[in-house]
T-cell receptor, first 117, second 113 residues
């Protein structure tokens, strides 16, 4: 089946530890995104990538890092510099916008819930 | 800066009612608008995508409209069912140099049997 796979579903991090969240897609999409979701708040963009070996910071990039070495993979590392990492993390992919008539429908994975212990 | 607002924040209706969810955005320079559904603890499921040149899209009991000039979109759900209970999110896509989806905070819908 075509889609986006996030793993693990649940992740626990100790204070001062770096953890990496996996996101893999087989939709052949160029663009990939990481969002963070907190209770009572909308989704906030952490990082996005329009093409392999390129990525840009979103609205809340501090304390996070990403890489885009392969088209199908966009892992997110939550570093020890992120002081409040407990949240639900969502990965998405789409075709990058190339014009008004371009179909840029975004598809999401099932999320990873990260908890600091 | 683009801001997306969804009203109401929560809605409870009896089964069988027709209902309307609202989404407004401040910058009309968008490429498309997408409606999603999110079940508790789950990811987002795409419901409808409306491109900027379109006025509405339909899928089954769902109909979404888009009025760029007024910065509004509505999601109409006909003959609601308990299985429709979820959070509904709208997002606008700007594209170009600022290639990202900007989300509203969602409407939590409860359909009572």
């Amino acid at each position: 089946d075509g889609g986006i796979t996030q793993s693990p579903k649940y992740l626990f991090r100790k204070e001062g530890q770096n953890v990496t969240l996996s996101c893999e897609q087989n939709l052949n999409h160029d663009a990939m995104y990481w969002y963070r979701q907190d209770p009572g708040q909308g989704l906030r963009l952490i990082y996005y990538s329009q093409i392999v070996n390129d990525f840009q910071k979103g609205d809340i990039a501090e304390g996070y890092s990403v890489s885009r070495e392969k088209k199908e993979s966009f892992p997110l590392t939550v570093t020890s510099a992120q002081k409040n990492p407990t949240a639900f993390y969502l990965c998405a992919s789409s075709e990058p916008g190339q014009g008004i008539l371009m179909n840029t429908e975004a598809f999401f994975g099932q999320g990873t819930r990260l908890t600091v212990v | 800066k683009q801001e997306v607002t969804q009203i109401p924040a929560a809605l409870s209706v009896p089964e069988g009612e027709n209902l309307v969810l609202n989404c407004s955005f401040t910058d009309s320079a968008i490429y498309n608008l997408q409606w999603f559904r999110q079940d508790p603890g789950k990811g987002l499921t795409s419901l409808l995508l409306i491109q900027s040149s379109q006025r509405e899209q339909t899928s089954g009991r769902l109909n979404a409209s888009l009025d760029k000039s007024s910065g509004r979109s509505t999601l109409y759900i006909a003959a609601s069912q308990p299985g429709d209970s979820a959070t509904y999110l709208c997002a606008v896509y700007r594209g170009g140099a600022t290639n990202k989806l900007i989300f509203g905070t969602g409407t939590l819908l409860a359909v009572q049997p």
